[in-house]
């Protein structure tokens, strides 16, 4: 049996030639190749100043830092996200406030952000989900009116265009995460692209034990962190960015590809959509169960047995445990936001599935769903 994994990261000769170069080099962390890194990613997207880091959890956990938020602060931000968005806004001392998000594109809902905003909050960290930028217009125009900093969770979303404005380069700063599910990987890994100098500084010192920007041992300004980028990841990096253009376009490919196949069915299954003046870029392939009654997690064990990995994508944050504990956050709180956790699943996503391997996942898909409906019938 054919199996099909959830992702697997695109690895060429050229990660291989430049890993191994680094390691002729013996120059493993601190050295030139982060800083080639990060002059290219920069480039990329069209930003002043990039900070290479070990995580795209340490870099949000540092743009927060950079930006002053901490204890007694409020940040807005979404509950339909990987943890690490909400848990960042928590390491700072301050209080993720979650509002609904969007149910067609599972993106903050700019209307319900104005609601949220009370004397404590400083900032909306804006989570850019699965590969396609929120609603930016409305969400900056409010931040400017209500005197708000703005940071980008663009860890989904990496060269994805809102009007052809590049996702991360709208707020104070922008965060990337190079994890090998991403479109781009450095194994662990993330980066912080900004156009303001001294938030870069603020960055750069606070990943290197904050320490000043010379490198003086003599002097730390403030308690920093190991957040550092080592070279061989920064290699990898490297070699990953130089096929960007082509690893996004494959993934843009495939995932026309899953659309074709299964928007045949609407009353099975709900195809992702593409807010107007979005381009996507594909973190992930996520289909919503459309039939009423057709409980996820069955079709999600059922794909397993066929060789198809499948995933919930994404469980509400605000419903983990601790976060109920922490915050009193109950079922109903953000009825959207659940609605969509309670029905999505990603499908295989990753360069070398063919329009045969779609197909037949597709497929398989949408006969379990009916299976099950029919099934449930008798
Ligand atoms: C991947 C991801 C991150 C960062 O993850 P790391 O594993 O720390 O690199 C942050 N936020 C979102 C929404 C993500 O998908």
């Known amino acids: 049996m054919t199996t099909y994994p959830l992702a697997r990261p695109y690895i060429t000769k050229r990660e291989y030639e430049l890993v191994k170069h680094v390691l002729d080099s013996r120059i493993l962390s601190l050295g030139p190749i982060v800083q080639k890194f990060e002059a290219a990613f920069a480039k990329r997207i069209g930003v002043r100043y990039a900070c290479a880091v070990n995580s795209g959890t340490s870099g949000l956990h540092l743009a927060l830092l950079a930006a002053g938020i901490g204890r007694g602060d409020e940040v807005i931000t979404s509950p ?24 067609s594109t599972g993106n903050m809902n700019p209307k319900k952000i104005e609601r949220a905003i009370t004397t404590k909050t400083k900032a909306i960290l804006v989570v850019h989900i699965f590969g396609q930028p929120a609603n930016m217009k409305p969400i900056m125009a409010l931040a400017r009116r209500k005197h708000l900093i703005v940071i980008e969770d663009a860890c989904e979303s990496l060269d994805a265009t809102y009007h052809r404005k590049k996702a991360g ?25 900004t156009n303001s ?35 061989l990841s920064a290699a990898v990096g490297l070699a990953q960015l130089e096929k960007l253009t082509f690893l996004i376009r494959e993934r843009q490919k495939i995932t026309q590809w899953y659309t074709q196949e299964l928007r045949q069915r609407p009353d099975l299954v709900t195809v992702p959509a593409i807010a107007p003046g979005n381009t996507h870029t594909w973190f992930v392939y996520v289909v919503r169960i459309a039939r009423a009654g057709v409980p996820r997690d ?4 059922r794909l397993g047995t066929q060789g198809i990995s499948s995933k919930a994508y994404l469980p509400s944050i605000h419903l983990f445990e601790v976060y ?33 391997d779609v197909k037949f996942i597709a497929r398989t ?14």
């Open 365 to 378: 898909l949408l006969t379990d769903i009916e299976h099950y409906g029919t099934h449930v019938r008798r």
């Open 197 to 231: 100098q001294k938030i870069y500084d603020s960055i750069a010192s606070l990943r290197n034990q904050g320490r000043d920007k010379d490198m003086n041992w003599l002097n730390h300004r403030s308690i920093g962190y190991n957040y550092r980028l080592d070279e």
């Open 324 to 356: 109920r504990k922490m915050f009193h956050s109950k079922p109903g709180d953000f009825p959207i936001s659940e609605d969509i956790s309670a029905r999505s699943l990603a499908l295989p996503l990753y360069l070398g599935l063919t329009r045969k």
């Open 80 to 103: 339909f996200s990987f943890i690490a968005s909400a848990n960042s806004v928590i390491y700072t001392g301050a209080r993720p406030v979650f509002v609904d998000v969007d149910a």
């Open 298 to 301: 069955a079709i999600i064990k």
């Open 169 to 193: 380069t709208f707020g104070q700063s922008g965060v990337f995460a190079f994890y090998p599910n991403k479109q781009m990987t450095t194994g662990e890994g993330g980066i912080v692209v």
